[in-house]
């Protein structure tokens, strides 16, 4: 009905709104506060559900915007609005890493992002499936299998490739280039 779409837009409005005014206060946190901020509007703004329900598709990359205008996303999802919400928010893209893992209490893949302080650090993982941002050496569930970011492709502990090689990784850059916004090459 016209009222049903009128307010599901409306919803959606806001959920662009709320993130868009995440992104604008949260210039001045420091990156732990960042982290959190995010990774908690995230996992409350984006309801989880399969790519084949949301979008018809066996597998789909969505951008923040789409996530968001749909209020719905899978372990993707939640990982890349993440990744491309804290790099609007300031955080050097090269300090994040889009890790997919095997979530062993599921036995299925996921994909959380990863957060390295300095390039030697252990990451942060934030993740939908735990709400809490933890070190990974306290997320046993997850055993890693590659990370990725606009810098290259990573094999656990080391660099091994160029993630212009992934090419859902590319069709996201292009994307989010079409939604305006600056974003390397990656």
């Not at 993130?19 to 995230?42: C, M, P, R, Y």
């Amino acid at each position: 009905s016209p009222t049903e779409t009128a307010l599901s837009r409306a919803i959606a409005d806001g959920r662009l709104t709320s993130w868009n005014n995440l992104i604008s206060a949260g210039q001045g946190l420091t990156e732990d506060e960042k982290l959190v901020q995010v990774n908690s509007f995230v996992n409350r703004a984006i309801r989880y559900d399969t790519d084949s329900r949301i979008w018809g598709a066996n597998e789909y990359w969505a951008t923040p915007a789409e996530a968001l205008i749909r209020g719905q996303g899978d372990c993707e999802d939640y990982a890349i609005a993440k990744f491309f919400t804290l790099t609007r928010m300031g955080v050097a893209g090269n300090k994040l890493r889009l890790s997919y893992v095997k979530a062993l209490g599921r036995n299925q893949a996921h994909m959380v992002l990863a957060y390295y302080s300095t390039p030697t650090a252990e990451p942060l993982v934030l993740d939908n499936l735990v709400p809490e941002i933890r070190p990974a050496s306290q997320r046993r569930d997850l055993l890693p299998v590659y990370a990725f970011n606009a810098e290259g492709l990573y094999i656990p502990g080391k660099k091994s490739g160029d993630s212009k090689r992934l090419s859902r990784w590319q069709d996201v850059l292009k994307k989010m280039r079409l939604e305006g916004f600056a974003v390397g090459d990656g």
